[in-house]
């Protein structure tokens, strides 16, 4: 097991099986180094587990939690694409995309419990360019999305 | 003709004339071999033949045709990029946007629309990493939006 | 000083110290030739003096002000990843989200605001590939965000 992989079982966390994608697109692609990750939900075992808009359906800490599931599973299809987390060499850009409710401006408050989180398994390697946005609706009703660019060494 | 203007025609459909930016961007733009297409929307002749947000305004089938022919369009984009489109390598990365009422979560169904069919054109090198969102309103009440990314030989 | 930064100062600007990110996240990443700008939004020194959805709460001039500033403040990150904006060859990619009211669909107008900049400034390299979208809130209660991915020489 790589150093990625012993640093996500410190967290006391286990890698889940890579999510199997919600439509007929592929977890991943990848020309040369760049590694394109599909979007992912805040699945657990394929179910959503995450749902509704903040802050009116759902609390600010749980949005933040389910970026890091959606962050958690953004790392488990990197396995899948590149078979030893030890060879993503950055994480370049990640888009988290938050359901929120008409007047909740603090996206990005929930896009750090993704980003803190990538930064807490792979270091320097997780810091990541980012943009961050509100929207009306995602997948089954998710509460987050993210999505990444990550390059391969 | 190539094998791929060839599997279009075969399909039934006519290749457009590449749709005129509509604001001050261009079509595509590329570095190496990365190709980005700008976003694409549901238009034939210049006109956006599909608005609305799903479910309340359009149905979910006529989205699915208008994610079809957003993609069609930036086929017609990838061939004024790359002149012939057995150059594309592999589809990287699409994002497909979708107006969407406010309960509304059948997003990946609609997107489907154009996953599906950049498979049907491409093939193997039609399948592509995906993120679908929902968005309240897109440019000239488009249903639907498409863009991508794009691997050229 | 380089032949960019001389046509920021013919145009009357000042280019801003590069933002501090709104989160645990980075300005910019790059991979090789590419470089991934962190969404921008109209802030001046770190407050986002643009705020409220298109055309309810701000009309359609001061986004497109809006969007020029965060092109401002993009063109800031650039200059602090490379050093000298003379190195940008290529600006490959924008997208733009605009904070909109549910029925405003000219987006690509407000986004005009930041691409005829980006083309003011840095001429045939500021021209780019585009998608615009709105959205129903942005972080800060922003008009207008804008990312961007660069080719550098």
Same mark, same amino acid.
């Given at each position: 097991m790589g150093k990625i992989e012993d640093r996500i079982e410190e967290l006391g966390l286990i890698l889940p099986e890579t999510p199997v994608p919600?439509?007929?697109?592929?977890p991943w692609a990848r020309s040369g180094k760049l590694l394109f990750i599909s979007g992912q939900l805040p699945r657990r075992e394929g179910k959503v587990v995450y749902q509704g808009?903040? $802050?009116?359906?759902?609390s600010i800490e749980q949005a933040k939690e389910a970026a890091m599931v959606a962050a958690l599973n953004a790392i488990s299809v990197m396995k899948s694409a590149l078979?030893?987390?030890?060879?993503?060499?950055?994480?370049?850009r990640m888009t988290c995309w938050v359901a929120s409710s $008409?007047?909740?401006?603090?996206?990005p408050q929930v896009a750090n419990g993704a980003s803190d989180f990538l930064v807490k398994v792979?270091?320097?390697?997780?810091k990541h360019s980012r943009m961050t946005t509100g929207v009306i609706a995602l997948p089954a009703n998710a509460t987050v999305g993210v999505d990444l660019v990550v390059a391969a060494r």
């Open positions: 919600m439509g007929s697109y592929l808009r903040v $802050p009116s359906e759902i078979e030893e987390l030890d060879r993503v060499k950055q994480i370049l $008409p007047n909740f401006f603090d996206q792979f270091g320097e390697a997780g």
